[in-house]
């Protein structure tokens, strides 16, 4: 897909998911701290299924420092409602031990010192730098945004990383946190990975997927 046309898909999609007091973000935060938490947590797991341990958590440990004094068996309790508990666990506790020893207690800005948190991958820390800090650096590639990209034809990889920069080389910088929230919003609402809804979507003529399906369902109906 070319740059024009992606960005038609741009403007369709933000007229169809309008962007209110500039919320792009599904996980509920206060601070840097508690979206890079979070953000960890929601790994293989709904928003929903996190924000619900929201308060109970912080509450407990309000701060890096609270978390890393704490042992992981005695925070594990408070996210057992979520998948891989065992496993967020240690990451959690880890990354607040490595803020409070080696970033002076506060969250990382940069991608590279997220990056050396344990259980931070490029995608949770594009999320952290754009909607705790607004530096937009890349385009976070979760399980829509890689469905609609490739569906759409904005990308023809499968990889994150391919999609990544094939994303940030269509769209303008100003609008990378924009699209990512975008292509999430269709992909939940509209663009889903069974059944998606054609006759709702507001780029399906510029859809490659779609194309493709009319295409086979018009073949099939001439047999």
């Not at 038609?8 to 701290?33: K, Q």
């Not at 293989?44 to 609270?66: C, G, H, K, M, W």
Request: aromatic share 6%; charged share 25%.
């Amino acid at each position: 897909m070319n740059r024009k046309t992606a960005c038609e898909v741009y403007r369709r999609l933000l007229a169809r998911y309008p962007i209110v007091d500039g919320r792009r973000h599904f996980i509920e935060f206060h601070n840097p701290f508690e979206a890079l938490i979070l953000t960890i947590l929601s790994a293989q797991t709904t928003d929903r299924a996190v924000n619900a341990i929201r308060d109970e958590l912080f509450s407990r440990y309000p701060t890096p420092a609270a978390l890393a004094s704490a042992e992981p068996e005695e925070v594990e309790p408070l996210i057992r409602s979520i998948g891989f508990h065992h496993m967020k666990t240690r990451y959690i506790v880890g990354a607040a031990r490595k803020i409070v020893s080696e970033f002076g207690g506060e969250v990382p800005q940069t991608m590279e010192g997220l990056l050396s948190l344990p259980g931070v991958g490029r995608k949770t820390a594009n999320i952290v730098l754009s909607h705790a800090f607004g530096i937009n650096v890349g385009i976070a590639v979760d399980t829509h945004v890689r469905r609609v990209s490739k569906r759409l034809g904005l990308t023809s990889s499968t990889n994150p990383a391919v999609i990544e920069r094939d994303l940030m080389a269509l769209f303008p910088q100003e609008v990378w946190e924009d699209i990512n929230f975008l292509l999430i919003r269709h992909g939940r609402a509209v663009c889903k990975a069974q059944n998606p809804k054609h006759d709702e979507c507001v780029v399906a003529d510029l859809c490659h997927y779609c194309r493709e399906m009319q295409a086979s369902e018009e073949e099939g109906g001439m047999r």
